[in-house]
């Protein structure tokens, strides 16, 4: 005879293996190198094999969605933050994807070896779930190239610090705008801006209405004149070509406004234009002598 509480426990044992069968989970992060302070972005893919439609529901206390943030030698990521990922339906046979900044609810901002795993909670659980794999990540300080404290516009005592950082993470180098609350020291953001060629020293400068202005080569035949504010907002970005009389140049006016000299503004719609003309070109057939 099997008593009634073993009864109980196979019953329980049943139901969650089938649960945990259910779904099909996988993580994978944008990159596998960061550098500190930047949007570290997971995407979470869950796969429904119930053979029936599945609710996800989720408050703040609850949530169908978590994930566990770990350091290179075990301990937990402290958490900032607990978002609510709301209600989601994903109906039989199909697949959802959710993708997350784990640096708006973790505390990334400094550099280490890093691993993290998401957990996907069917209807029925609280505490267990389906794990995902575990990816591992990087965070780098960077290489600081630039940095000015300055005051925002509009609000009193409150300042920022502007940054201009670089990162060499594979075979290319990127540069990379930071803004730095000045009373916290925390970034408001961090954002690459995009490959560097720096065989050419970028320039940087800050104008009259608190804005950062980093002018680099992009390409051999490229610059990048961007403009970053105090809220770590990539406020505009323009595209260069070289003048006539060298390298382009940031000049700042007396007034205190800063502009790109020495420099053609590159056309987008006329550099296609320039192309169709080609291609245009290239197929007349070549001329035939007897």
Do not use: C
């Not at 978590?66 to 301990?75: A, P, Y």
């Not at 209807?123 to 780098?140: A, D, K, M, Y």
């Not at 670089?166 to 690459?192: C, K, W």
């Amino acid at each position: 005879m099997i008593s009634r509480s073993l009864k109980i426990l196979l019953t329980l044992i049943a139901i969650a293996i089938p649960a945990q069968a259910q779904l099909v989970a996988n993580l994978r992060l944008s990159k596998s190198q960061y550098v500190a302070g930047e949007p570290v972005m997971a995407t979470v893919t869950i796969t429904n094999h119930a053979g029936r439609d599945i609710t996800f529901r989720g408050d703040a206390r609850s949530q169908w969605l978590d994930f566990i943030v770990k350091r290179s030698n075990g301990e937990a990521v402290t958490s900032i933050g607990r978002p609510v990922f709301g209600t989601v339906v994903i109906k039989a046979g199909q697949t959802m994807g959710r993708q997350v900044n784990l640096a708006g609810i973790f505390q990334l901002a400094d550099p280490g070896n890093f691993s993290v795993t998401a957990i996907v909670r069917l209807p029925n659980q609280t505490v267990e779930g389906t794990s995902t794999n575990r990816v591992l990540f990087n965070l780098n300080p960077g290489r600081t190239y630039w940095t000015q404290k300055v005051g925002i516009p509009g609000r009193p005592g409150q300042t920022r610090e502007f940054r201009v950082l670089t990162f060499s993470g594979g075979q290319t180098s990127q540069i990379y705008a930071q803004v730095i609350e000045g009373r916290t020291g925390m970034p408001v953001n961090t954002f690459s801006l995009g490959d560097a060629l720096l065989l050419r020293k970028p320039m940087v400068t800050v104008d009259n209405r608190q804005r950062m202005h980093i002018l680099y080569l992009a390409t051999p035949t490229m610059w990048v004149h961007a403009q970053v504010d105090t809220d770590g907002k990539l406020a505009d970005r323009k595209i260069h070509e070289r003048g006539p009389r060298g390298d382009p140049q940031l000049i700042t006016a007396p007034n205190g406004t800063v502009s790109v000299s020495n420099s053609i503004p590159y056309d987008p719609a006329a550099a296609a234009a320039a192309r169709r003309q080609e291609r245009k070109l290239s197929d007349r057939p070549a001329f035939i002598y007897e």
